[in-house]
């Protein structure tokens, strides 16, 4: 079992729409989470970041995390076609395991937004 | 107030060649991680270095690679003899400090293209 996993995708989602990516995990240690953009060529670039259940709102994102599921989730409301991307759920454990030095990432979900 | 700074940003090596990859991190962060990306597949994590300390190095292979951050200078990675497997993506982050939760998130750099002929 891969420690984080998402679908690959393509997702694919009209302009306006919202868009719903997810991501398990399987260390139920892990106490922060990530969703990275990565567009084709370029470097990881930080979304959003969730630490507690439940939801955290950014603008048109929203991370949801469910601990006891060991699932967490991107919600992309208004999707625009520059939200075409890759996105990158990642994982990081706490501090007292050792594991808080790296992030462990999923191989992320491409989403395509259609005019 | 640049970001975290790699070069070169792409390199062509034969097999049996060196590679050198530098990594400035952004100013004030004292923590640098190397992950390579292969195509089509997610970031993975090679090694989490101090000034002057390696503290995990869990994600780096055992043999012809090696990583460094001198209290002077860039980081580097260096790979060795290096071979078509090696091309990737290797991308330099760096942090304040240790990533804990509620704190310290990643700040990617480019990204420097490996490419072995």
């Known amino acids: 079992q891969k420690e984080v996993e998402q679908n690959s995708g393509p997702l694919s989602v009209p302009e306006g729409a919202i868009a719903s990516l997810n991501c398990t995990y399987s260390d139920r240690v892990s106490q922060s989470f990530f969703w990275y953009r990565q567009y084709s060529g370029k470097s990881p670039e930080l979304i959003m970041s969730?630490?507690?259940?439940g939801d955290k709102e950014d603008g048109r994102f929203t991370a949801q995390l469910n601990k006891a599921s060991q699932y967490v989730s991107l919600l992309i409301r208004d999707s625009q076609p520059s939200d075409s991307a890759t996105y990158l759920c990642?994982?990081?454990?706490?501090?007292?395991?050792?594991?808080?030095?790296?992030?462990?990432f999923g191989t992320g979900t491409r989403l395509q937004v259609t005019l | 107030n640049a970001g975290v700074m790699q070069n070169p940003r792409h390199l062509v090596r034969r097999r049996g060649q060196e590679a050198r990859l530098r990594c400035s991190p952004m100013?004030?962060?004292?923590?640098v991680y190397w992950y390579r990306q292969l195509p089509e597949e997610g970031l993975k994590f090679m090694v989490y270095l101090q000034k002057e300390n390696i503290i995990d190095e869990s994600g780096m292979p055992k043999e012809r690679f090696s990583a460094e951050f001198p209290k002077e200078g860039p980081s580097i990675l260096r790979i060795q003899q290096v071979v078509r497997g090696d091309s990737a993506a290797y991308f330099c982050?760096?942090?304040?400090?240790?990533?804990?939760?509620?704190?310290?998130?990643?700040?990617f750099g480019a990204g420097s293209r490996l490419t072995v002929l």
């Open positions: 100013k004030g962060h004292s923590h």
């Open positions: 969730i630490y507690s259940n």
């Open positions: 982050a760096s942090s304040l400090g240790q990533p804990r939760s509620g704190a310290n998130v990643l700040t």
């Open positions: 990642a994982v990081n454990g706490p501090g007292h395991t050792g594991t808080a030095s790296k992030l462990t």
